[in-house]
T-cell receptor, first 111, second 113 residues
Framework: SQTIHQWPATLVQPVGSPLSLECTVE??????LYWYRQAAGRGLQLLFY??????ISSEVPQNLSASRPQDRQFILSSKKLLLSDSGFYLC??????????FGPGTRLTVL | QQPVQSPQAVILREGEDAVINCSSS?????VHWYRQKHGEAPVFLMI?????EQKGHDKISASFNEKKQQSSLYLTASQLSYSGTYFC??????????????FGQGTILTVHP
Protein backbone atom coordinates (compact mmCIF):
# COMPACT_ATOMS: atom_id res chain seq x y z
CA SER A 1 0.00 0.00 0.00
CA GLN A 2 1.02 3.59 -0.50
CA THR A 3 2.13 5.88 2.32
CA ILE A 4 3.19 9.50 2.39
CA HIS A 5 5.53 11.01 4.94
CA GLN A 6 6.21 14.60 5.88
CA TRP A 7 8.67 16.09 8.31
CA PRO A 8 9.03 17.82 10.56
CA ALA A 9 5.56 17.72 12.11
CA THR A 10 5.94 21.15 13.71
CA LEU A 11 8.44 23.94 13.20
CA VAL A 12 8.98 27.34 14.78
CA GLN A 13 11.29 29.61 12.82
CA PRO A 14 12.34 33.27 13.10
CA VAL A 15 11.57 35.73 10.33
CA GLY A 16 14.34 35.75 7.75
CA SER A 17 15.49 32.19 8.40
CA PRO A 18 15.58 29.49 5.69
CA LEU A 19 13.07 26.67 5.37
CA SER A 20 13.18 23.11 4.10
CA LEU A 21 10.21 20.76 4.34
CA GLU A 22 10.42 17.26 2.96
CA CYS A 23 7.80 14.88 1.63
CA THR A 24 8.32 11.30 0.48
CA VAL A 25 5.91 8.76 -0.95
CA GLU A 26 6.24 4.97 -0.74
CA UNK A 27 4.53 2.21 -2.66
CA UNK A 28 3.95 3.95 -5.96
CA UNK A 29 5.99 5.25 -8.87
CA UNK A 30 5.80 8.44 -10.92
CA UNK A 31 3.13 10.06 -8.73
CA UNK A 32 1.85 13.59 -9.20
CA LEU A 33 3.01 15.54 -6.15
CA TYR A 34 1.53 18.67 -4.62
CA TRP A 35 2.33 21.23 -1.93
CA TYR A 36 -0.60 23.04 -0.31
CA ARG A 37 -0.76 25.67 2.42
CA GLN A 38 -3.69 26.09 4.77
CA ALA A 39 -4.00 29.21 6.91
CA ALA A 40 -5.83 28.83 10.23
CA GLY A 41 -9.53 28.20 9.65
CA ARG A 42 -9.19 28.49 5.90
CA GLY A 43 -9.21 26.31 2.80
CA LEU A 44 -6.34 24.70 0.94
CA GLN A 45 -4.21 26.77 -1.40
CA LEU A 46 -2.19 24.94 -4.05
CA LEU A 47 1.41 26.16 -4.04
CA PHE A 48 3.31 23.76 -6.32
CA TYR A 49 2.52 20.83 -8.55
CA UNK A 50 4.89 18.27 -10.08
CA UNK A 51 4.27 15.54 -12.66
CA UNK A 52 7.85 14.24 -12.69
CA UNK A 53 11.47 14.70 -11.59
CA UNK A 54 12.55 18.30 -12.09
CA UNK A 55 9.10 19.34 -13.39
CA ILE A 56 7.60 21.95 -11.08
CA SER A 57 4.62 24.20 -11.69
CA SER A 58 4.31 27.21 -9.38
CA GLU A 59 0.73 28.23 -8.79
CA VAL A 60 1.11 31.26 -6.54
CA PRO A 61 3.85 33.93 -6.68
CA GLN A 62 5.68 33.98 -3.37
CA ASN A 63 9.06 33.56 -1.71
CA LEU A 64 8.76 29.77 -1.63
CA SER A 65 10.24 27.27 -4.08
CA ALA A 66 9.89 23.54 -4.63
CA SER A 67 12.13 20.83 -5.99
CA ARG A 68 11.71 17.19 -6.93
CA PRO A 69 15.16 15.62 -6.91
CA GLN A 70 13.84 12.05 -6.94
CA ASP A 71 10.66 10.42 -8.24
CA ARG A 72 9.03 10.14 -4.83
CA GLN A 73 10.60 13.09 -3.03
CA PHE A 74 9.23 16.61 -2.97
CA ILE A 75 10.89 19.48 -1.09
CA LEU A 76 9.51 22.90 -0.19
CA SER A 77 12.07 25.62 0.50
CA SER A 78 12.50 29.26 1.30
CA LYS A 79 15.63 31.37 1.60
CA LYS A 80 14.03 33.91 3.96
CA LEU A 81 10.77 33.27 5.79
CA LEU A 82 8.11 35.96 6.22
CA LEU A 83 5.48 36.17 8.97
CA SER A 84 2.86 35.46 6.31
CA ASP A 85 4.47 32.07 5.59
CA SER A 86 3.00 30.66 8.81
CA GLY A 87 0.45 27.91 8.24
CA PHE A 88 -0.20 24.23 7.85
CA TYR A 89 1.77 22.80 4.93
CA LEU A 90 0.41 19.68 3.32
CA CYS A 91 2.01 17.43 0.75
CA UNK A 92 -0.22 15.21 -1.37
CA UNK A 93 0.19 12.60 -4.10
CA UNK A 94 -2.05 11.30 -6.83
CA UNK A 95 -1.75 8.53 -9.38
CA UNK A 96 -2.38 10.79 -12.32
CA UNK A 97 -5.70 12.53 -12.72
CA UNK A 98 -7.33 10.95 -9.69
CA UNK A 99 -7.98 11.36 -6.00
CA UNK A 100 -5.26 12.97 -3.92
CA UNK A 101 -3.89 11.55 -0.69
CA PHE A 102 -2.47 13.91 1.88
CA GLY A 103 0.47 13.55 4.22
CA PRO A 104 0.18 14.38 7.94
CA GLY A 105 1.31 17.98 7.40
CA THR A 106 3.83 20.39 8.91
CA ARG A 107 2.63 23.17 11.16
CA LEU A 108 4.95 26.15 10.60
CA THR A 109 5.01 29.17 12.88
CA VAL A 110 7.15 32.12 11.84
CA LEU A 111 7.92 34.52 14.70
CA GLN B 1 -11.78 30.61 -9.44
CA GLN B 2 -12.54 29.07 -6.07
CA PRO B 3 -15.70 26.95 -5.94
CA VAL B 4 -18.39 28.11 -3.53
CA GLN B 5 -19.63 25.77 -0.83
CA SER B 6 -22.91 26.01 1.03
CA PRO B 7 -23.86 26.05 3.78
CA GLN B 8 -20.84 27.39 5.66
CA ALA B 9 -21.79 25.40 8.76
CA VAL B 10 -24.26 22.69 9.74
CA ILE B 11 -25.24 21.39 13.16
CA LEU B 12 -26.92 17.98 13.37
CA ARG B 13 -28.13 15.44 15.89
CA GLU B 14 -26.95 11.88 15.43
CA GLY B 15 -29.06 10.12 12.84
CA GLU B 16 -30.01 13.27 10.93
CA ASP B 17 -29.15 13.89 7.30
CA ALA B 18 -27.22 16.72 5.67
CA VAL B 19 -26.44 17.98 2.17
CA ILE B 20 -23.37 20.05 1.32
CA ASN B 21 -23.23 21.85 -2.00
CA CYS B 22 -20.32 22.92 -4.20
CA SER B 23 -20.71 25.25 -7.16
CA SER B 24 -18.14 26.29 -9.75
CA SER B 25 -18.19 29.01 -12.41
CA UNK B 26 -16.07 27.01 -14.87
CA UNK B 27 -16.48 23.76 -16.78
CA UNK B 28 -15.31 20.84 -14.70
CA UNK B 29 -13.63 17.50 -15.31
CA UNK B 30 -14.03 16.23 -11.76
CA VAL B 31 -15.16 17.09 -8.25
CA HIS B 32 -13.41 15.70 -5.18
CA TRP B 33 -14.72 15.67 -1.61
CA TYR B 34 -12.55 15.56 1.51
CA ARG B 35 -13.17 15.66 5.24
CA GLN B 36 -10.71 17.27 7.63
CA LYS B 37 -10.76 16.93 11.39
CA HIS B 38 -9.21 19.63 13.54
CA GLY B 39 -5.41 19.57 13.36
CA GLU B 40 -5.32 16.68 10.92
CA ALA B 41 -4.82 16.27 7.18
CA PRO B 42 -7.81 16.06 4.82
CA VAL B 43 -9.08 12.56 4.08
CA PHE B 44 -10.42 11.56 0.67
CA LEU B 45 -14.15 10.76 0.55
CA MET B 46 -15.40 10.80 -3.04
CA ILE B 47 -14.39 11.63 -6.58
CA UNK B 48 -16.96 12.29 -9.29
CA UNK B 49 -15.82 12.42 -12.88
CA UNK B 50 -17.27 13.94 -16.00
CA UNK B 51 -19.26 11.21 -17.66
CA UNK B 52 -20.68 9.74 -14.48
CA GLU B 53 -17.90 7.67 -12.96
CA GLN B 54 -17.68 7.80 -9.17
CA LYS B 55 -15.41 6.36 -6.55
CA GLY B 56 -15.55 6.65 -2.79
CA HIS B 57 -16.90 5.51 0.55
CA ASP B 58 -19.84 3.13 0.89
CA LYS B 59 -21.78 5.24 3.36
CA ILE B 60 -21.40 8.56 1.58
CA SER B 61 -23.02 9.49 -1.68
CA ALA B 62 -22.68 12.45 -3.97
CA SER B 63 -23.95 13.84 -7.25
CA PHE B 64 -22.32 15.85 -10.04
CA ASN B 65 -24.32 17.98 -12.45
CA GLU B 66 -21.83 18.64 -15.27
CA LYS B 67 -24.05 21.16 -17.06
CA LYS B 68 -24.48 23.31 -13.96
CA GLN B 69 -20.94 22.67 -12.63
CA GLN B 70 -22.42 21.71 -9.30
CA SER B 71 -21.91 18.84 -6.90
CA SER B 72 -23.67 17.81 -3.71
CA LEU B 73 -22.47 15.54 -0.91
CA TYR B 74 -25.15 13.57 0.93
CA LEU B 75 -24.54 12.49 4.50
CA THR B 76 -27.27 10.21 5.76
CA ALA B 77 -27.90 8.88 9.26
CA SER B 78 -25.04 11.00 10.55
CA GLN B 79 -22.67 9.68 13.21
CA LEU B 80 -20.50 11.56 15.68
CA SER B 81 -17.48 10.62 13.56
CA TYR B 82 -18.88 12.66 10.65
CA SER B 83 -17.98 15.89 12.44
CA GLY B 84 -15.32 17.93 10.71
CA THR B 85 -14.80 20.38 7.88
CA TYR B 86 -15.80 19.21 4.42
CA PHE B 87 -14.01 20.56 1.36
CA CYS B 88 -14.83 20.17 -2.27
CA UNK B 89 -11.99 20.38 -4.76
CA UNK B 90 -12.66 20.98 -8.43
CA UNK B 91 -10.54 20.16 -11.47
CA UNK B 92 -11.25 22.24 -14.54
CA UNK B 93 -11.98 20.67 -17.90
CA UNK B 94 -9.26 22.65 -19.68
CA UNK B 95 -5.78 21.23 -20.36
CA UNK B 96 -4.03 23.72 -18.09
CA UNK B 97 -6.07 22.39 -15.14
CA UNK B 98 -4.87 18.79 -15.57
CA UNK B 99 -4.54 17.14 -12.17
CA UNK B 100 -4.85 20.41 -10.24
CA UNK B 101 -7.57 21.05 -7.69
CA UNK B 102 -9.06 24.32 -6.50
CA PHE B 103 -10.67 23.93 -3.10
CA GLY B 104 -13.75 25.58 -1.67
CA GLN B 105 -13.71 27.43 1.62
CA GLY B 106 -15.11 24.46 3.53
CA THR B 107 -18.30 23.52 5.38
CA ILE B 108 -18.09 22.89 9.11
CA LEU B 109 -20.27 19.94 10.14
CA THR B 110 -20.95 19.31 13.82
CA VAL B 111 -22.84 16.23 14.96
CA HIS B 112 -24.17 16.14 18.53
CA PRO B 113 -25.34 13.06 20.47
Amino acid sequence: SQTIHQWPATLVQPVGSPLSLECTVEGTSNPNLYWYRQAAGRGLQLLFYSVGIGQISSEVPQNLSASRPQDRQFILSSKKLLLSDSGFYLCAWAGGRSEQFFGPGTRLTVL
Amino acid sequence: QQPVQSPQAVILREGEDAVINCSSSKALYSVHWYRQKHGEAPVFLMILLKGGEQKGHDKISASFNEKKQQSSLYLTASQLSYSGTYFCGTEGAGGTSYGKLTFGQGTILTVHP
